[in-house]
């Protein structure tokens, strides 16, 4: 099984992105999905997680901005990203496998968002 992530890229200040990440097998084998994000210099932290029941947790500093979703049809997990702050330029990773809050072992690959005027 692998894990596909996409839809990062420049935005400004106050723009949206939409993340995707697309699982190659099936996305029941997994019960907790996740984003994290890791900026120059920093350790990887939780954006948000999910279950498959569709229980969401999110960082304190995401909280009414982002919104996390899965879309079990199409084997998809997505990051909806609003009012982006330059704060949240990072590589963006999606994750399978572990807890709401914590990271199981299996990574996609990571997007990149910049947010700069």
């Known amino acids: 099984v692998q894990l596909q992530a996409s839809g990062g890229g420049l935005v400004q200040p106050g723009g949206s992105l939409r993340l995707s990440c697309v699982v190659s097998g099936s996305i029941f084998s997994f019960n907790n999905m996740g984003w994290y994000r890791q900026a120059p210099g920093e350790q990887r932290e939780l954006v948000a997680g999910i279950r498959s029941g569709g229980s969401t947790a999110y960082a304190d500093s995401v909280k009414g901005r982002f919104t996390i979703s899965r879309d079990n049809a199409k084997n998809t997990l997505y990051l909806q990203m609003n009012n982006l702050e330059p704060e949240d330029t990072a590589v963006y990773y999606c994750?399978?496998?572990?807890?709401?809050?914590?990271?199981?072992?299996?990574w996609g690959q990571g997007t990149l968002v910049t947010v700069s005027s």
């Open positions: 994750n399978a496998g572990g807890l709401l809050r914590t990271p199981g072992r299996l």
